[in-house]
């Protein structure tokens, strides 16, 4: 988020880059925020330590679904590959972009970094009812 400060004048705030939605509703800045608590939560449904009924209200049905299924068939390739440690292990977000499409609909890109490597995660926010709801989620 970008502060007036007198060494930074205001003309310069929400520069090129900066994933801070502009307008006069608080809670268009707050979807970098629910962006990045949906990563990382997906991450954790991934890697086993967060179930996935916690996403319930922030997936719609779709999306949820194929959470279901990708952490299904990561749990069964951990199952074969005995020995192995555990996928995505300590996932830490890096980065959050956003783009607004219109009022209520919002597109975030995050960066998360993992012991051995950095993925991307690409997601559709839709306000529904005033609650940010993921509609499209990408993760690499």
Not at 91 to 102: D, G, Q
């Amino acid at each position: 988020m970008t502060v007036t400060t007198p060494s930074r004048p205001a003309s310069r705030q929400g520069g090129r880059g900066t994933g801070v939605v502009r307008s006069s509703n608080s809670a268009d800045v707050d979807v970098r925020l629910v962006a990045r608590s949906i990563a990382q939560a997906a991450l954790e449904v991934l890697a086993g330590t967060r179930p996935l009924q916690q996403l319930s209200r922030s997936l719609d049905a779709e999306c949820y679904l194929s959470l279901q299924h990708r952490a299904a068939l990561t749990r069964k390739h951990a199952a074969r590959v005995r020995g192995s440690q555990q996928p995505h292990s300590s996932p830490m977000v890096r980065s959050v972009r956003t783009c607004s499409i219109s009022e209520s609909i919002c597109e975030a890109s995050i960066v998360v970094a993992e012991e051995q490597r950095c993925r991307a995660i690409a997601m559709r926010l839709e306000r529904l009812d005033g609650v940010w709801q993921v509609t499209a989620l990408e993760i690499g």
